[in-house]
């Protein structure tokens, strides 16, 4: 599949549509005051990439309860997603100790760490486990339990209760959508108790998370921003949402373009 980058009125358009729930084409036409051929043409890139969902006459936002595909997820927003990665670890020293779980972005996290030294990571992603063990000066722990086919990622009681064994510095999440009041929420209750698992065991708790995750419907609550110490993203947050996490008490690192 080729990469699918979004020109500005694309990103307007499916803010637009998160925005009402529903928009037609001769709306979506008359709004951004271009012919509705164009409009469909802009519907048909973004529904192929799974942002939006086709309806007869228009379109609205994805399902709540099912993820885009690991590969989809994998070709959107790459460039946004390695800034996200490289900031991030930054704020990782040296022989540290850290838990990442699953997500693209994570998957990037990972790459970005393999020039640090003496890491402790524990992980129930095989695509990281198998990144890191690369490098001689890390100890890969990998959690335990039912192998997910489509992107590698181990779910189950077995994971939690490894990952409750530790006490890490930090703890490196993913999410799929953040509500405005501040929600975490996916798509995988296993997933998401695995994730709980790791806020839990983690001194601080670094959550990787690109713009297109705010207002994002999913179906499973994770649990309150609060619970993250820090969120690494490429834009800063709508102001509604940045007043929940300065409440909360979260800070907000912003990966800018070069």
Request: net charge negative.
């Amino acid at each position: 599949m080729s990469d699918l980058v979004l020109n500005r009125r694309q990103e307007q358009l499916v803010a637009r549509v998160r925005e009402q729930g529903f928009a037609t084409v001769e709306d979506l036409a008359g709004h951004f005051d271009v012919t509705q051929q164009t409009i469909r043409r802009d519907l048909a890139a973004l529904c192929d990439a799974g942002l939006l969902r086709r309806y007869h006459g228009g379109v609205s936002l994805p399902s709540s309860v099912e993820n885009l595909a690991y590969a989809k997820r994998q070709n959107l927003w790459q460039e946004e997603k390695l800034r996200i990665a490289s900031l991030l670890a930054q704020h990782i020293p040296d022989d540290a100790s850290l838990f990442i779980n699953l997500g693209t972005t994570n998957e990037d996290v990972a790459r970005a760490l393999m020039n640090h030294k003496g890491l402790r990571v524990i992980t129930n992603n095989l695509n990281v486990a198998i990144m890191l063990s690369e490098n001689p000066s890390f100890e890969v722990i990998v959690a335990g339990g039912v192998v997910r086919g489509r992107d590698h990622g181990v779910t189950g009681q077995p994971a939690i209760e490894l990952i409750r064994q530790f006490k890490v510095d930090f703890g490196v999440i993913g999410i799929s959508g953040i509500d405005l009041d501040g929600t975490l929420l996916d798509f995988d209750l296993n997933e998401v108790r695995v994730a709980q698992a790791i806020i839990e065991h983690s001194r601080q708790v670094f959550l990787a998370a690109d713009h297109s995750k705010v207002g994002r419907n999913a179906l499973v609550r994770l649990g309150p921003v609060s619970a993250v110490h820090a969120w690494f993203t490429d834009r800063a947050p709508p102001p509604e949402l940045a007043a929940v996490l300065a409440e909360a008490g979260t800070q907000v690192h912003v990966a800018d373009a070069a």
